[in-house]
């Protein structure tokens, strides 16, 4: 068996987001560069409608990681696509 060392260069990626409590479960996350987004607890725990959730910004991330790692690689490997559209 070879025993050989690997050398990895690290990167270092920032990313910051603030986040305050406007009202009785809702709130609103900023940045100093992006649109602010509103939020609630679901409506199952006493949130109101029409306001996104923090499980739903969880799946929508998760979401969009995805289609973002497909579409560096197919630029990265000249794969051509029609479309992408993904559900989570």
Do not use: H, Q
């Not at 920032?14 to 409590?21: F, G, P, Q, T």
């Not at 109101?48 to 799946?59: I, M, Y």
Request: glycine residues 6%.
């Amino acid at each position: 068996m070879n025993d050989y060392k690997v050398k990895v260069k690290g990167k270092r990626f920032m990313y910051s987001a603030s986040i305050k409590l406007t009202g009785k479960g809702e709130s609103i996350i900023e940045s100093k560069v992006k649109p602010s987004i509103e939020l609630s607890a679901p409506v199952e725990f006493g949130g109101k409608s029409g306001f996104w959730t923090p499980e739903e910004l969880l799946v929508a991330s998760v979401n969009a990681c995805l289609m973002t790692t497909f579409s560096y690689y197919s630029v990265k490997k000249d794969f051509k696509f029609i479309s992408y559209e993904s559900r989570a």
